[in-house]
Antibody, heavy 118, light 108 residues
């Protein structure tokens, strides 16, 4: 069973870039068939898929966020990262990283709250 | 894009059966996964591929998928089942992950 852990600033100023990293343990991020996802949850709301990256660097993003999202992967560190630019208060949420295999999000990080405020 | 619709809330008395639906156009052609999320915790896989249970999911939880509706059924509901439940599919036409809006289960 994979373990995932998010890390990054808990507070970001408006108009700046949110940056988070997910560290994967218990298995290689380069394993075939696994896609590495970011998901967020606004306070009191449902889950929103942000996008995923494959170990080779291929990405798919939610069309609603695509213009502001960038993901990268560092196989040497078994990590993948999220950047969300031009943030506003509407980007305040708990951000989760998760592994996707055969369409199932089978392992999740504990989540990290990111607040956007000056 | 594919849209999944869940009721915002379902209430049930202890010992009764709760059914949480997840509606989507021809959802039967997709595999549906269900997640349970308790306050302050990350989602956990409850049911996968429509009706399979991970080893930690009690047999009281079951899933089905037919036509335009997938259903999570919780038999003999317990107070500890109070949580948010979300359905999810993989939309192969767009290579996107899609979530339902989530359903809050309240045990009366």
């Amino acid at each position: 069973q994979l373990q995932l852990q998010e890390s990054g600033p808990g507070l970001v100023k408006p108009s700046q870039t949110l940056s988070l990293t997910c560290t994967v343990s218990g298995g290689s991020i380069s394993r075939g068939g696994y896609y590495w996802n970011w998901i967020r949850q606004h306070p009191g709301k449902g889950l929103e898929w942000i996008g995923y990256i494959y170990y080779s660097g291929g990405t798919y993003y939610n069309p609603s966020l695509k213009s502001r999202v960038s993901m990268s992967v560092d196989t040497s560190k078994n990590q993948f990262s999220l950047k969300l630019s031009s943030v506003t208060a509407a980007d305040t949420a708990v951000y989760y990283c998760a592994s996707l295999v055969r369409g199932l999000l089978d392992s999740w990080g504990q989540g990290t709250l990111v607040s956007v405020s000056s | 894009s594919f849209v999944l619709t869940q009721p915002p809330s379902v209430s049930v008395a202890p010992g009764k059966t709760a059914r949480i639906t997840c509606e989507g156009s021809n959802i039967r052609s997709n595999s549906v996964h269900w997640y349970q999320q308790k306050p302050g915790q990350a989602p956990v896989v409850l049911i996968f591929f429509d009706s399979d249970r991970p080893s930690g999911t009690p047999e009281r939880f079951s899933g089905s998928n037919s036509g335009h509706t997938a259903t999570l059924t919780i038999s003999r509901v317990e107070a500890g089942d109070e949580a948010d439940y979300s359905c999810q599919v993989w939309d192969g036409s767009s290579d996107h992950v899609v979530f339902g809006g989530g359903t809050k289960l309240t045990v009366l």
